[in-house]
Structures are given as structure tokens and as C-alpha cells.
């Protein structure tokens, strides 16, 4: 099975501004999250356990987690170049969107960004399979993670959030 978890919440969380790759920490609200979520993975044993290299997503993990923590760049949050720290209103978030179909402004490209953790769910699939994997990531990871294992819908709304701070989300792998 495969636990994904979304990092606790941060300051910019709480006051929607875009966080891609700008290091933030947990705020409050975003270490008890963890907690809870520590509670409620208690029982689970689990085989391995992937972690994005950013801090939030790091300090989330090792409130869950106490063994061994394996950082994979592909987990790190979509570059939201020049949107960075800036407040997400819906225009930003349409100009975003349109930027990142390029990489326009300084942003990721959202293809590039799908292959990774594409190619991060394939080596889960590879090496993993039928074993307990604990993932901690970001929003934006987490909806392509989603979409990966829920076998890649056509029509399938990235704009979408599907998992909240804090959260979990599981799989069969």
C-alpha cells in the first residue's frame, strides 16, 4: 500500500501564497497535522519511506517517521518561479497555469514536472510492489501521484486539489 502524505501546514499555506521551491517551515497548525497524522500511521509498518528534500516536507516526515528517510528531488514542489511568495488570487492562478505550460516566467514546465513524479510512481511500481511505501510530498505531487495511480484519466482536472495539508491519501500499488 502506499501512504502519501501532504506537508503540515505552513505560514504561506495559511495565507495562500504560491510555495513551490522557496524553503518554509512548519507553522503550528502544520506540526500538529503531522502528529496526527503520526497517530493514525501508527500501526503501519512500512518497507521504505520517500520524502521531497524541502524542509516542511521534511520536518512533517520525520514527525511520522523514525526510521530511515530516503529525499528524492523528483518529490520537490513545482518551480513557481517569479509567482513565488506571491498571493495565489485567481488571477495569479490563471496566469500561472498558462505560464507553467511552457515554463514561462521563470516556472517549471508542467510537463517536466508530470514526467518526474511520473517517472517517481514508476520506480514505486518497479521496486515496491505490494510493499507499505510512505511518500511525503506537496500539492501540486500529490495530484500528479494521483492521477498516476488512479491510472491516468483522460480528461483529468490538475487545477484540482486533492488532498489537504496534513493529509493522506492511499493507493494499492
Avoid at 507553522?27 to 497535522?33: C, D
Avoid at 528531488?73 to 498571493?87: K, M, P, Q, W
Avoid at 511552457?102 to 508530470?114: C, L, Q, R, V
Avoid at 491516468?152 to 482536472?157: A, L, Q, V
Wanted: charged residues 25%; negative net charge; proline residues 1%.
Amino acid at each position: 500500500m502506499i501512504y502519501l502524505v501532504r506537508q503540515g501546514q505552513t505560514d504561506w499555506n495559511l495565507f495562500k501564497k504560491f510555495n513551490g521551491i522557496t524553503e518554509t517551515e512548519l507553522n503550528q497548525t502544520g506540526i500538529e497535522q503531522a502528529k496526527l497524522q503520526a497517530e493514525n500511521l501508527a500501526n503501519v509498518i512500512f518497507d521504505t519511506c520517500y520524502c521531497s528534500s524541502q524542509k516542511r516536507a521534511h520536518q512533517t516526515c520525520e514527525i511520522i517517521y523514525k526510521g530511515k528517510i530516503i529525499h528524492d528531488a523528483r518529490l520537490v514542489e513545482i518551480d513557481c518561479g517569479e509567482f513565488e511568495s506571491t498571493e495565489e488570487t485567481t488571477e495569479s492562478m490563471k496566469l500561472f497555469w498558462k505560464a507553467i505550460q511552457s515554463g514561462d516566467k521563470g516556472t517549471e514546465s508542467f510537463k517536466e514536472f508530470i514526467e518526474r513524479n511520473c517517472d517517481f510512481c514508476d520506480m514505486i511500481m518497479k521496486d515496491y510492489r505490494w510493499k507499505n511505501v510512505l511518500i511525503v510530498t506537496h500539492s501540486a505531487n500529490a495530484r500528479i501521484i494521483n492521477y498516476y495511480f488512479n491510472g491516468k484519466p483522460h480528461g483529468y482536472d490538475f487545477h484540482k486539489s486533492v488532498i489537504k495539508n496534513g493529509g493522506l491519501l492511499t493507493f494499492e500499488n
